[in-house]
Structure formats: C-alpha cells, structure tokens
C-alpha cells in the first residue's frame, strides 16, 4: 500500500474548503504538535520586544497588534490552502519536499517566484536564528554575572561561541517530525515565561509609579510595525511544518491554535509593560524587572525557548540549501558539514552585528512582511486563476479577492517604511561594535 492515501479529488472545491482537501500519511505531525511547532518558533524573542514597541506607539500599537495577529494568521491559512492545491494538481508534491514554501512560488510565478521566495526565506529564518543566538547569549551572560558568587567578566561574544558550538550538534537532525520535542519544550517554556513576566510586572507597579509616557513619532510606528510582524513571522516554516503533518489538510486549525494561543501571550505582557515601565522599558523587557526570583525564572525558560526555537528555524534554511547542493536526505558527511558552515555563518554575523533590536526590526520590515502579508496573498489568488480539466476549481469571491488586495498593498507600503526606518536606525542610531573588534563587549 502507498505511503500516500488521496482523498476523492474528482468533484470541484471552493476557496473556502480547500484545506479540507489534500492527502494523508501514515506518520508525521497531528494538528496539536504542528500548532506547539509554529508557537515554539515565532513565540519568545517577540514577546521580549513587544512591550517597547508598544510603548514607543501607545495604544495605537495595540491595535497594530491585534491587526496583525489576524492578518498574519489568515494569510497562514492562505498559504496552507497553497499547499494544498500544489499536491491536489501535482503528484511530486505528496512525496518529501526540502522546499515547500518556493515551490509555491515557483508553480504560481514560475523560476521569479521560486528566486523571490528562497531568498526571503533564507534571509528570514537566518535573521530569526541570528537574533535566538544573540538573545541567549545575552541571558545566559546576565545570568551568570548577576547569580555567581564572583561576578564573572565573561564576555558576551564568548558567549555566543560557546552557544552555537553546542546547538551545531541538533542542528544535524533531519525534519521537524525528527525532533518534535523540541517545539513542545520551547512551547511550554514560553508560556511559563510569559506568565511569570506578566507577574513580574505587576510587582513592579510600586516601583515605576512615577515613569512618563512615551512620545509618539512616525519613525518609531514603522519600526513598531516590523517588530511585531517579527513576533507572528513564522511564515517562512509554515508549509515546512505542514508538510511534515499526517494530514496536511488540516493545518488551519493548527494556524488557528496557534495564533490564538500566541495572542493570549503576547497581550498582557505588552500592555502590563506598556502602562507600567512606560519610558523606561527597555528594548529587553526583562532587562527592566526588577523582581529578582520571578526575573531569573524567565531568564530561564526565555533562554530554553530560544535554544529549542534555534534549532527549528535553521531546519527549513539547511533542508534548502541540500536540496541545491544535492546532498542526499539522509544524515551523513556532506549534511554534517553543510549544516555546520551555516551554524558558523550564524555566529559571524552575530559577531558583526551583536544588537538583536537591530536585526528584529530590519528582518521584520522586509523579508518577513513579503512572506507574510503579500506572498501568501499573491500566490493564493494567482493559483486559483490557473485552471486545467484535471484540476479541481477555485472559487475565489470578490471580497476576497478585495481583502487580498488590500493585504498585498499593506505590506508592501508598510514593508518599505518599516525597512527604511531600521536601516535608519542601524546608521545612525545603533553604536555596535562588532565583538571581533572589542571582544570584551558585553552589551547589545
């Protein structure tokens, strides 16, 4: 018996049920385990920037929030129903796939498609791993100065080498279905975190009784915009992730679970942030608690987070660059090597650049806002115009069709102003000193 079990395909589907449609394998992720997947890689290192953001923007940046936790979500589910199509109309795409989210590009846009999608991708999820590294790095560094007994004064660019020489090892792993304990962990330890955060703050309202409001300007609203797409960008994994369920089908209610789950996280850590540190919130919320206990609580879990989400976003980055080189999907020499070059890459661009608010906001403002608000979008509706007499149709309403639209022209506004404005900041804002210059660099 095949590996692969298609459901009915010879009676046409609407936009609406498309991710009904598909194909089902005997083994792979359930709907619950690819929802802690994409919690576990988009959750963590956002919820660290988004009380800031949202205090550089007031309330304003709330609404932006909720905004954006919708549109990211739809367009996720977009993007699955994409998936979909692709394995309905073509047969290749049942069996493995390295590079499921170009190949979308690719079969609605032809070689431009799959060019501009692997690009984004690649630069995305390398950005996301960069600025893991360099968060974790920075927390194990506080860690160790604030709770040894003799302060250490080791540096924080030591630390990000000793970080990425001992994740290279899990970085081998083949696909997500290969180390899905890893998603649960960091799931898990992200939701401890973000509770206790939450309390944290609350114990800190006597102590910033008298903090003043953040002034608004329309600089700190565009950077506002890319650091929150950052917090729900995880659509750059998203077919990845889908690929690997036993019934791909199904992903929306994983999209759904998770959106959900990752909004009941970031909400009240934002806002507790927001009224109480006001002006005095760093880009680091934890840098801000003052309860010690509850502070190094999330120190740790945060940390266990990015550790575990390190190894997830690198996957799909390393799985693609395989699939060029042509290295057999097996593990092996050429895999091991490959996979530690790029671990390498990682930690030398964190060596250059060692500011995570720098990297969030410019990876957040270009190429997670292409793969979040105008691809899935794009693809989407240029899919549902092909047609063939072996094809299911799609059915695509003129709301939709209008929505879709006016996500695409969102982010593409939005995107440029929001890249503009990091750049900005990278140039004239950031004092970054590379850690291979001043490698007693302790600060981001």
């Known amino acids: 018996m095949s590996q692969v079990e298609l459901y009915d395909e010879s ?38 920037a988004l009380p800031r953001a949202v205090v550089d923007t007031g309330w304003n940046g709330v609404v932006m929030l909720l905004l954006c ?15 979909n199509i692709l394995q309905l109309r073509w047969p290749e795409y049942r069996d493995h796939v390295r590079d499921p989210y170009p190949a979308i590009g690719e079969r609605a846009y032809g070689k431009v498609g799959k060019v501009a999608v692997s690009v984004c991708v690649n630069v995305t999820l390398f950005g996301v791993a960069t600025v893991f590294l360099l968060l974790a790095a920075e927390n194990l ?24 020489g001992a994740l290279t090892p899990f970085t081998w792993l083949g696909s997500p279905k290969d180390f899905w304990p890893a998603a649960v962990a ?71 679970l998770a959106f959900a789950a990752l909004l009941l996280m970031y909400l009240p850590v934002s806002i507790a942030g927001f009224l109480v540190y006001k002006s005095e919130c760093d880009n680091n919320v934890l840098t801000t608690l003052t309860a010690g206990g509850l502070k190094y609580a999330s120190l740790i879990l945060i940390t266990l987070h990015l550790i575990f989400a390190f190894i997830i976003v690198i996957n799909p980055v390393c799985q693609e660059l395989e699939e060029r080189f042509r290295i057999a999907n097996r593990f092996g020499v050429f895999r091991i090597l490959l996979r530690t070059l790029l671990v390498g890459l990682v930690l030398f661009t964190g060596e250059s650049l060692p500011h995570f608010g720098a990297i969030l906001s410019l990876v957040g403002g270009s190429t997670i806002t292409c793969l979040t608000f105008v691809f899935p979008s794009l693809f989407y509706l240029k899919l549902s115009r092909q047609t063939s007499p072996d094809w299911p149709e799609v059915e695509v309403q003129p709301y ?12 593409v506004v939005g995107g440029i102003a929001s890249t503009y404005s990091a750049i900005d900041g990278i140039a004239s804002g950031f004092q970054v000193v590379p850690c291979y210059v001043n490698m007693t660099a302790a600060n981001m």
């Open 69 to 83: 936790c919708a549109v990211a979500g739809h367009n996720g589910i977009m993007l699955g129903r994409c998936w």
């Open 11 to 48: 009676t046409p589907f609407k936009a609406g049920s498309i991710q009904e449609s598909g194909h089902a394998q005997k083994k792979g992720l359930t709907v619950i385990t690819a929802a802690l997947f994409l919690v576990g890689e988009m959750a963590g290192s956002g919820v660290l």
């Open 141 to 164: 560094q506080t860690l160790v100065q604030d709770l040894s007994p003799h302060r250490s004064t080791f540096s924080f660019c030591f630390w990000l080498i000793i970080l990425a």
């Open 400 to 411: 939709e069709w209008a929505w879709h639209i006016e996500f695409i022209l969102i982010g």
């Open 186 to 256: 960091a799931t898990v330890a992200t939701v401890l975190a973000c509770v206790l955060m939450f309390i944290g703050v609350l114990v800190d309202i006597p102590n910033f009784k008298h903090t003043k409001d953040q002034e608004e300007d329309i600089k700190a609203v565009f950077l506002t915009f890319g650091t929150i797409l950052f917090a729900f960008g995880g659509a750059s994994t998203f077919p990845t992730i889908q690929h690997d369920m036993k019934e791909p089908q199904k992903f929306s209610r994983s999209v759904v």
